[in-house]
């Protein structure tokens, strides 16, 4: 047991520490709405790009550094801790590219991971359907093949970052007549065409991070199928594979800066002398350090051993409900402000309602960790 | 980064469970709680082994070995609720071995070691220190004072009365200690604190295992309206939830282990997580499986209660999770104050110990 750096580990933190505190992003822009802020974002992403550090963890033949899952995870956190913006093509970079990498043939690899790392074209993720969410195989949008291309209909929902997007992971049902795990393909669709409409879909927050996708004969050329026909649930399980990892550890670092933000307000106003204040955000500090502890152990131990333990489902799940409970508690320590619109505390309460729901809801991650971790006796639903 | 164990810690684990699956039954357990007797010769096997002197310096007799190395054996013994004073041994070595003057380490350490003698730790409030386990039975006491000072009795300096817990598994005692009684300790009393607590946090996540592995069996093996009750979410989800629970235990008491033995500075805080985390767990996770194997795990039948007795008299050991978080946050005060390491771990140990 270690639970220090190597000294090449350091390094590559130091490194990317110094150059982040030589080449911050432009200041947030005020105004422009969210188009602005995007641009902003995507800007951001090509200084990274430009400097090497956009995907650090892609291989090196890919542009990437091939830097390890440890020294990945060093990257997130640096990027949490020097509080910039995530690069704009996120989903490409932590999802598309990986996913490509694995079941990609070389003429995909070769067309598409460029302009992933650049920001040249934006990625989204169409997966989730009004009728499919928490069970994605569920989904209903249809692909048919008419000679060499795919007519698609259908509709997807919590599509970040659709309007900006060139490319969509499309997972759609191409047999009707096999399991419904059986029957998927999986997709690379164009966005810009006619037959894909973009709907905003305001958030509790305000905002539109999500899209409404409404797809009506959309084609799709043979060759932007990923993995083969029918082969869409294992290609999709490793798009959502990538999802937790990685980013995760830009989340934990988030969760520390709120909790010392809101110890250091609580000091300040002499509410620590409040014991039920104290033991409250003692509280939250073990389990911001259980997060920690949890994710860096499920990494090093899938890095070393090979197998990664039930901390993925955990740490998800303990974050997303440690979040909330800091930023409800924030109420009671900041103040008014923290429930004031528009200000940060009050954006970081209605944004943690999300945390227990996307990428997995608390109840699906408690299936997992019952059924897949304990060995518990499968529930007997539908399949 | 690596939270994994070495070679030989992993061989010891094993040989510890091995050992105590074959000598340490559920059978056997319960045949010396019902009698309020140590299991003599289990603690022979031990001793032989020589368990109680792993982290005992070697030029005291002991194996020499570090904080990770007992945390390993406290879970195990905790695991099948061993009926042995190990723990309360353990930790009054801790406190001779980290605050003791060479005098009375020579005195008592090598004995403690090797096990022929045992040792207790207790807390004292107004000359008196309540339901300290191993007491009736241990040939040196070590006490905390009210002014976070500790010292050294053996056993007939102090007055002990046996007092029956919730957990009949190991003896307890009532300890009267007079003023001036003993030797004190003069070294650095808290690092032994933190690490009687990492101990006791060990043991619990014995315990815990333990717990949620016997419900998991009972859930998936237990029948209602034709299908096993774990199928249920409601019934599902709570052992989801325990281990969550004991996987915040583990981790905690894992760090804190390595800091006893790599990073002295983090130790205090280190240690007071660990005890918060596992004392939390060890309360909830004993509860749950009682709620979750229904009837049958309020009876005295079933093997449940000794868990859950063990995980009270271990989270109100040197204080409970509530206790704990109130030094941390006195942690994280200072740090806000921006007092820094040394300043908080000073505040830190300014609070009573219990």
């Not at chain 2, 009210?146 to 007939?156: C, E, K, S, T």
Request: one cysteine or more; aromatic letters at 6%.
């Amino acid at each position: 047991m270690d639970l220090t750096f190597s000294p090449s580990e350091t390094a590559f933190r130091d490194e990317l520490r110094g150059w982040l505190a030589e080449n911050p992003p432009d200041p947030e822009p005020s105004g422009g709405g969210e188009e602005a802020h995007y641009a902003w974002r995507r800007d951001w992403q090509r200084r990274l790009y430009d400097a090497g550090w956009a995907a650090p963890a892609w291989p090196t033949e890919y542009g990437g550094r091939g830097a390890t899952p440890t020294e990945s995870a060093i990257y997130f956190e640096e990027i949490g801790r020097a509080r910039v913006p995530l690069a704009a093509n996120v989903l490409g970079l932590l999802l598309g590219g990986p996913t490509l990498m694995a079941w990609g043939t070389p003429e995909q690899k070769e067309r598409y991971l460029s302009p992933i790392l650049s920001a040249e074209e934006i990625w989204c993720q169409g997966f989730s359907e009004p009728d499919a969410g928490s069970d994605l195989a569920a989904l209903k949008t249809r692909a048919v093949k008419h000679s060499d291309e795919w007519v698609v209909s259908g509709q997807k929902v919590w599509t970040s970052g659709a309007q900006y997007s060139k490319w969509c992971m499309l997972v759609a049902r191409t047999d009707s007549d096999v399991p419904k795990h059986k029957g998927l393909t999986y997709f690379l669709m164009d966005m810009e065409q006619d037959g894909v409409q973009v709907r905003p879909l305001r958030q509790i927050t305000g905002e539109a991070e999500f899209n409404e996708l409404f797809i009506e004969d959309a084609r799709i050329p043979d060759q932007n199928v990923v993995g083969g026909v029918g082969n869409g649930w294992k290609v999709a399980l490793t798009t959502l594979m990538n999802e937790r990892a990685g980013l995760g550890f830009a989340l934990q670092i988030r969760l520390r800066q709120l909790l010392d933000d809101l110890i250091a307000t609580a000091e300040r106003k002499g509410l620590l002398e409040d014991p039920l204040l104290a033991d409250a955000l003692a509280e939250l500090h073990v389990r911001c350090e259980s997060v920690r502890l949890l994710a860096w152990k499920g990494l090093t131990d899938a890095e070393r051993y090979g197998q990664p333990g039930p901390e993925g489902s955990l740490v998800k799940w303990l974050w997303s409900d440690t979040n909330q409970r800091l930023t409800e508690l924030a109420a009671e320590i900041v103040g008014p402000e923290a429930l004031t619109a528009g200000t940060d505390w009050s954006y970081e309460l209605l944004r943690a309602r999300g945390n227990t729901i996307e990428g997995g809801t608390t109840e699906i991650l408690k299936n997992i960790v019952a059924e897949r971790v304990l060995g518990l006796p499968r529930l007997s639903v539908g399949v | 980064m690596d939270f994994g164990l070495s070679d030989d810690q992993r061989e010891i684990q094993r040989t510890a469970r091995d050992m105590l699956s074959e000598r340490s039954t559920p059978e056997r357990m319960r045949e010396h709680a019902q009698d309020h007797r140590s299991d003599d010769e289990l603690w022979r096997g031990l001793s032989g082994l020589g368990w109680p002197g792993i982290a005992v310096a070697e030029s005291h007799g002991g194996q020499g070995l570090g904080q990770i190395e007992l945390s390993i054996l406290c879970e195990e013994l905790g695991r099948v609720l061993a009926p042995v004073p190990f723990l309360p041994s353990v930790m009054a070595a801790a406190l001779i071995g980290e605050a003791g003057s060479e005098s009375l380490k020579e005195r008592w350490l090598g004995g403690l070691a090797s096990g022929e003698l045992t040792g207790a730790l207790g807390v004292c409030a107004g000359g008196v220190a309540e339901l300290v386990i191993g007491a009736p039975e241990a040939d040196v006491l070590v006490l905390l004072d009210d002014d976070a000072r500790a010292r050294v009795l053996a056993a007939g300096e102090a007055e002990v009365e046996n007092v029956d817990s919730i957990d009949p598994t190991r003896a307890t005692g009532r300890v009267i200690a007079p003023a001036g009684a003993g030797e004190e300790l003069p070294g650095d009393v808290s690092a032994g604190v933190d690490r009687s607590l990492i101990c006791v946090s060990s043991e619990l996540v014995g315990v815990c295992d333990r717990a949620l592995s016997m419900t998991v069996a009972y859930v998936s093996e237990r029948r209602q309206f034709g299908v096993p009750v774990g199928s249920y979410q409601a019934v599902s989800h709570r052992c989801a939830q325990m281990l969550l629970d004991t996987e915040k235990a583990r981790s905690t008491a894992a760090a804190a282990a390595w800091s006893a033995d790599s990073d002295p500075a983090g130790l205090a805080e280190a240690a007071a997580m660990a005890k918060a985390a596992a004392s939390q767990a060890g309360c909830d996770v004993t509860a749950s499986a009682i709620q979750a194997h229904g009837g049958i795990g309020f009876t005295w039948e079933a093997d449940v209660h000794w868990l859950y007795k063990r995980a009270h008299l271990d989270a109100a050991l040197l204080g409970g999770a509530k206790r704990q978080r109130a030094r941390l946050a006195a942690i994280l005060a200072a740090r806000a104050r921006g007092e820094g390491r040394d300043a908080a771990i000073a505040q830190s140990i300014r609070e009573p110990a219990a």
